[in-house]
């Protein structure tokens, strides 16, 4: 091996830490550790099942099992342990003697990279810049994902559109009662068999939607706001998608038209100053001068505020790619837009007495403006 005194190591299980994942594009279920010299050499450390697999598929350009690596003192036979172990070895036999790490880095590897005498440094941007500016491939993954959301969004809002109201105003689909609950429902067996997968969705009707993080609950009513949000992860690249959609099913009552066209107004704002070089607050404030403007307030209800308080307390977007929720954020002390970042616009208003209001696009910044994935509609009545 090529002996150099300083690397950047990674480390983790690539399916759950995505910055591993994203320096090796690879899959395992097992702990990782990438190890990148200063010349630019890339040494994959990893279980000995994997070894075969990833000298295939992983971008790196040497790749070891934990077995390669065993200390003076013998493998733990606990697993964690045993690849931390490894990690260690093997930077002190490449002669290392400072290696910098990101902030997900384990107690565990440092623990056992500081007992082989090397010095660790944090990099709190490691791991998270270089996931920033999305390359062709994820562009694609995250466009591809966007189009299962959307279709299950569009299913979502058609089926309470179209759904039947009793004399209770309550919604019918299929002769029984339309629920929260059984639209979430459908929406995971949509996804689902076009190989996506969501924890959660949002389907928040009326007043429950008023709390803006409300997954929502209950029978769905006629005439009043529904909040269609759905964020599900691409099993086939990993990547996310996530996109809100309002419906009303029947009559739309004159307080959510303004609320809507309110919304409607801010998210176009906020995208058209969009840009590289632009800054996530610059993004947020083009949001809220059009919400202040209209006559609502920002931030979260005070105590003792009336039902009919409505505002937007919330920030207006954040990165999506790997993870649901990436860096930048698009909120005051947002930091620069760079070509590439994958970022949403979901302007919101939010009312006890009336209901929740939200829209949300998905835009790949650009140099001189940005690129919105989403193309659904994004008016109230889907019938």
């Known amino acids: 091996m090529t002996i150099d005194h300083t690397a950047t190591l990674l480390s983790g299980v690539p399916a759950i830490n995505k910055a591993v994942f994203h320096r090796i594009r690879f899959d395992a279920h097992d702990p990782a550790s990438i190890i990148v010299t200063p010349n630019g050499v890339r040494r994959l450390v990893l279980r000995d099942v994997e070894v075969m697999r990833a000298k295939k598929l992983a971008k790196a350009d040497e790749v070891f099992c934990y077995e390669d690596f065993e200390p003076a003192g013998g493998l733990s036979g606990d697993r964690e342990i045993r690849a931390a172990q490894a990690t260690a070895e093997c930077l002190r036999k490449m002669g290392v003697a400072q290696v910098t790490v990101d902030r997900s880095m384990s107690a565990l ?23 920033r500016s999305k390359d062709a491939e994820e562009i694609a993954a995250l466009r591809a994902a966007t189009k299962i959301t959307e279709s299950a969004i569009r299913m979502a809002c058609e089926t309470i559109a179209r759904a039947e109201v009793n004399k209770a105003g309550e919604l019918v689909h299929d002769a029984d009662v339309l629920s929260a609950e059984r639209v979430k429902a459908m929406i995971t067996v949509h996804l689902a068999e076009r190989s996506a997968f969501g924890e959660h969705h949002i389907v928040a009707c009326g007043p429950v939607g008023g709390d803006c993080h409300s997954t929502g609950a209950g029978v769905l009513r006629t005439s009043e706001p529904v909040i269609i949000d759905v964020f599900p992860k691409h099993l086939d690249s990993g990547y996310h998608g996530d996109c809100t959609r309002m419906v009303v099913n029947g009559e739309v009552p004159a307080e959510v038209a303004k609320m ?4 409607a107004e801010a998210k176009a704002a906020g995208i058209g100053v969009i840009r590289a070089g ?22 979260f209800p005070p105590d003792g505020a009336p039902a009919a308080y409505c505002s937007m307390p919330h920030g207006t977007g954040h990165g999506l790619g790997l ?19 994958a970022v949403t616009v979901e302007p919101g208003l939010y009312s006890m007495a ?20 989403n193309s659904l509609p994004e008016g109230l009545c889907w019938a």
């Open 109 to 131: 590897v440092i623990d056992e990279i500081e007992d082989a005498g090397i010095e660790v440094l944090l990099d709190r941007q490691l791991g998270v810049r270089d996931r």
């Open 260 to 263: 809507h066209a309110t919304v």
């Open 354 to 373: 009336v209901g929740g209001m939200r829209l949300e696009d998905l835009l790949i910044v650009g140099e001189d403006g940005c690129e919105n994935l």
């Open 323 to 341: 993870d649901l929720k990436e860096q930048p954020l698009l909120d005051y002390k947002g930091p620069e837009l760079v070509a590439g970042d």
């Open 278 to 299: 632009a800054t996530g607050e610059d993004v947020h404030r083009a949001v809220v001068a059009v919400i202040e403007s209209r006559g609502y307030l920002m931030g």
